[in-house]
């Protein structure tokens, strides 16, 4: 950049040129925020999408297969099918796993996506500890039913 005054060339850290003593014109650089972008507001409504489905598989979708396969089983010659139910529940919480991390991955910004994860990862911790807690009463259980038959 050169003083309009004199034509030396500026540096680039001074207000004043050094040769005039002209105060330089400085060029202002804006940024706009955008507020409608629609980029942000594509990837918001993704991971919206995704995180209802994850969770509706999570919660909901277990529950109904479990319950339709309490409702089989009372139903006789229906194995087969409460088997592939049973499995189906099983799945359920990985594909809302799956369907989370999709969402975080190509979403990082969203907060439902964030929220869900820690959800999971909160539900997640309590099971281990269930189901520690179960293995221990399990032991105390065979270990007083061993002493009761010894």
């Known amino acids: 950049m050169y003083c309009k005054n004199c034509g030396k060339k500026l ?3 001074k207000k004043f040129c050094a040769n005039c003593g002209t105060k330089k014109e400085v060029e202002e ?3 706009v925020k955008v507020e409608n972008d629609p980029t ?3 990837e918001n409504h993704l991971a919206n999408v995704l995180c209802t489905i994850s969770l509706c598989l999570y919660f ?3 529950t109904v297969i479990g319950i339709l396969v309490m409702m089989l089983s009372a139903i006789p010659f229906t194995g087969p ?3 592939l139910l049973s499995l189906a529940s099983g799945l359920c919480p990985i594909a809302a796993y799956v369907l989370m991390i999709i969402a975080r991955v190509k979403c990082p910004k ?4 964030k929220v869900v ?3 999971y ?3 997640f911790i309590l099971s281990i500890i269930a189901l520690i807690i179960m293995m221990v009463a399990c032991a105390g259980l065979l270990a007083s039913c061993a002493s009761y038959y010894n």
Do not use: C, P, Q, R
Not at 110 to 113: L, Q, R, V
């Open 11 to 13: 540096e680039d850290n």
């Open 29 to 31: 650089i804006v940024e």
């Open 40 to 42: 942000k507001k594509d």
């Open 60 to 62: 909901a979708g277990s």
């Open 81 to 83: 099918l409460a088997g």
């Open 110 to 113: 969203s907060t439902y996506a």
């Open 117 to 119: 994860m820690w959800i």
């Open 121 to 123: 990862i909160v539900l």
